[in-house]
């Protein structure tokens, strides 16, 4: 519900279970038609494809994922499942083809369920911000390089923002991020709507794609 105010510049927005699940669906379909058209052109990933063809590059956000696990009855049981089949999907093959994966959450661990831990291992690249435990660090970093345990647990108070970052190459930084205002961020969102593609942009694959003319602006290439 927080990203609700930056809703002019998202392509989608899932607030419930149900419509995750759907919005899932959704972009494992498109990544579908991503890997069909980059096999059509012998290619390995979308970032091999010509100009003109390269579909719409898409960052997926899931904000506080323990809300898509844990369950309140057996009912919501199914539900959890696909939702951790679908992200465990996108996690392992979404990159290539330009579908990118951001989880946030407070501790993401095998208390959540079990696919919590198999969908943690595919996520390459970690932000720690200051933790409050040692067992919220591990379950961020640990699995990954240990040493930089004790660098995301010396992390001071009086230095907001300061993060042990991960990536692909396994090394650890440290890093600080940029304040960035809510009121500042939405108006960000609302100056830059009109670059924000439509779904069936998202979804086109080796058909090339624009995103319409701004007033006062030049047509931009998606």
Known sequence: MEL???????????????????????LIGVM?????????????????LPDASRPIPVVLLVDEIAELFLTAD??????????ATALLRIAQLGRAFGIHLVLSGQRIGS????GVTALRAQIGGR?????????????????????????????PPELPGVAVVTGSDGRWYRARSGYV??????????????????????ATSGLGHR????????????
């Open 4 to 26: 609700s105010p930056y809703a002019p510049r998202l392509t989608a927005l899932a607030t419930t279970r149900g419509e995750c699940l759907d919005l899932l669906a959704d």
């Open 32 to 48: 579908g038609a991503r890997m069909l058209a980059c096999r059509r052109l012998a290619v390995r990933d979308i970032w091999q």
């Open 74 to 83: 057996k009912a919501e049981k199914d539900q959890v499942t696909r939702t």
């Open 111 to 114: 208390d959540l369920g079990p």
């Open 127 to 155: 932000i720690c911000h200051r933790v409050n435990d040692p067992e919220t660090a591990v379950r961020t970093l640990g699995d990954l390089d240990p040493d930089a345990l004790a660098a995301a647990r010396s992390i």
């Open 181 to 202: 205002s809510t009121h500042m961020a939405e108006q960000v969102a609302t100056a830059y709507a009109h670059l924000t593609p439509s779904w069936a942009q998202v």
């Open 211 to 222: 995103l319409p003319e701004a007033a006062g602006n030049p047509e931009i290439a998606a």
